[in-house]
């Protein structure tokens, strides 16, 4: 009697769930047979959030930075499935998606990321705009070409977060809207970009500051309405207009995630043991941002790209050692450091002992992130339009 195949799920296609399934469909299967890949995704296209602004300056397309998995996974095997995912039965093993079909697994991976929190504030839900997803890049973007539109005298946006995502996103805007402009960046903190090295925030300090980006530490929203936002400070209550509020604060799990009977934080993320096991239920991964891991030195590793990016080769590796009967690996987390965005021309980037900013961090940036691409199809075809584009360009004008 032939076995049935075995199917591993993916839930979540960015960083975490599309990066595993590349990888698991790289790894030797000639003594098992080969099982069946099924990732799935709520949208049709990944998304490489570390260069989401660029799209906001138009210095980058929307192919570029998010490409259709039907491109992605040509030629791999993989599966996918384009549904949001509505619930998990990790006892009958199964997975509803919102077009109501429904998937069965012997492995799972739970790799859904996060979502913005609008719930904080008094009127964030109705009149902030977050920035995560393409469909937050778009919608914020048409709201800056209404404004561009209406030429005011000035475009009062105010950011709130200064972390990374608000002290990129305020550069970049920044240099679109240039001299109509008029910035605000929130931060509840005494200090801009808290975890950040000093090199680092330091460059994105004196960006800003060039930019004329105007910043409120220790500073709380306090509500925000239709063309109004009001902050606390010291107690004392201002409210000032404003043109645009952009969210940039938080991460929640999504309840699809925080409803499951897995152990789980205080924020809903689930525990994973070394391995990126589920506790108790070693046919569940987690990884990425709705995951709370520990690395193999029982360190807490922080929720970025950089490392689901690197969780996923170890998610790949335990799901293959668990059904070819090997040993799993704990996972070890290289922090390699970090690189940020300072506008159209500039950047900062500290990391393997290196130290850079201006427009070599700019061009280093913009490489390690050319690298960190999906598929070497698509490395190439981004690569090769990078090398040509500016050609076309200067003949053209
Ligand atoms: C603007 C921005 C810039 C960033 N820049 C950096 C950076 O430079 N470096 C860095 O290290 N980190 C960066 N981050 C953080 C980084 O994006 C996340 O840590 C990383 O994406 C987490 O990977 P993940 O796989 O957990 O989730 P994601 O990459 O967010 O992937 C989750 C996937 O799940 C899908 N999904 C969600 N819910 C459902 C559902 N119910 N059904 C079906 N599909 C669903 C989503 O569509 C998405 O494709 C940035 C974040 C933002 C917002
Ligand atoms: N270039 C990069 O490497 C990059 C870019 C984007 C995102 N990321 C990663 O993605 C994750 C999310 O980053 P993020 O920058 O989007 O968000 P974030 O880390 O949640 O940063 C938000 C910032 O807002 C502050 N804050 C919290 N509550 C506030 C409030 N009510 N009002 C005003 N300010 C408030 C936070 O201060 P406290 O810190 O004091 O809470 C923090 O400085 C992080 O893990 C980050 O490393 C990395
Ligand atoms: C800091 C670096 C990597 C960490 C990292 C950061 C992220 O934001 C990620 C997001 C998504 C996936 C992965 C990551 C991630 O790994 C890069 C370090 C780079 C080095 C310092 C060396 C840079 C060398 C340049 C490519 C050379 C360019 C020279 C140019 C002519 C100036």
Redesign the pocket.
Known sequence: MTQPTTKICI???????LYTALRLSQLPWESTPKPEIIL????DR??F??L??ELLTRELQTWEIAPPYSELLQGTGIQFHQ???SAIDINKKTVQLADKSELNYDRLVL????ETPLDLVPGAASHAYP???ITDAYRLEERLRVLEAANPEKIRVAIVGAG??GVELACKLADRIGEKGRFRLIEIGDQILRTSPEFNREAAKKALDSKGVFIDLETKVAAIDQDSISLEYKNQIDTIPVDLVIWTVGTKV?P?VTVLPLKQNQRGQITTTPTLQAIEHPEIFA????ADSIDAEGKQVP????V?FQQADYTAWNIWASLTHRPLLPFRYQPLGE?MALGIDNATLTGLGVQLDGSFAYVARRLAYLYRLPTLNHQLKVGFNWLVSPIIEAISR
């Open positions: 839930l979540g296609g960015g960083f975490g769930g799935v995704d709520q949208s990944f998304v959030s570390p989401l602004y549904a949001a995912v790799a859904l990321g996060g920035f995560r997803t990374y995502s999504s699809v990884l990425g941002d709705l929720a970025t790209a950089q689901a690189m």
